[in-house]
């Protein structure tokens, strides 16, 4: 995030509930409120100009991020970074499954959570991008995606791009694995996309 103040960009970086230093548990009904928040705040941030609030979402979080602007205009492009299509094609059917998962993982810290787990797993079901992401337009947006994710396959990209519509543009990295934060490619694809809709 370095790199791109030193552009010149104002940036608000944080992680969702359940995620890094942020509280509580992985949930998707939170995910969609966190980030609403964050947009307001940034919204109503003095010398920000509303009409260029740009969103970068990696993984679920591209999910949250498509299904807001689909029906938040805030948001004036997104960039789509290993992001699923639907959550059903790579979720274990299971509910507990996916529970005792992220609980392993850390992203549940609370061992009575969640209240309802039904309702808590079918949070993740019910979200579907490609069916969000034709609302965004003519707002712009950006997919990028490794061909050696092994989280999301690749076809998720593609199904994605082709439910978004124009303006759209698609990036398959070569050799890529899920975690693009990590890849040295990313830091200038996320230059070149802010220099053309910032």
Not at 106 to 116: A, V
Request: one cysteine or more.
């Amino acid at each position: 995030m370095e790199e791109l103040t030193a552009d010149g960009y104002s940036c608000f970086l944080f992680n969702f509930r359940g995620c890094g230093l942020s509280g509580g548990n992985i949930d998707m009904s939170g995910w969609i409120f966190d980030l609403s928040c964050i947009v307001e705040k940034v919204y109503d941030t003095p010398k920000i100009d509303p009409a260029s609030i740009h969103c970068i979402g990696f993984s679920a979080g591209g999910v949250i991020a498509t299904h807001y602007a689909s029906y938040n205009k805030k948001i004036a492009s997104l960039l789509l970074m290993a992001t699923p299509c639907r959550f059903s094609d790579i979720l274990p059917e299971d509910p507990q499954l996916l529970r005792d998962h992220f609980m392993e993982l850390g992203l549940i810290r609370n061992k009575d959570f969640p209240p309802d787990l039904r309702r808590w797993y079918d949070d993740f079901t019910r979200l579907n991008p490609d069916l969000n992401i034709p609302f965004l337009s003519p707002r712009p947006v950006h997919i990028v995606h490794g061909d050696s994710d092994e989280t999301v396959p690749v076809s998720h990209a593609h199904l994605l791009y082709e439910a978004a519509i124009k303006p759209k543009k698609i990036t398959i990295l070569k050799g890529a694995a899920h975690q693009l934060r990590k890849d040295e490619r990313t830091l200038d694809i996320i230059r070149g996309w802010l220099k053309e809709v910032a």
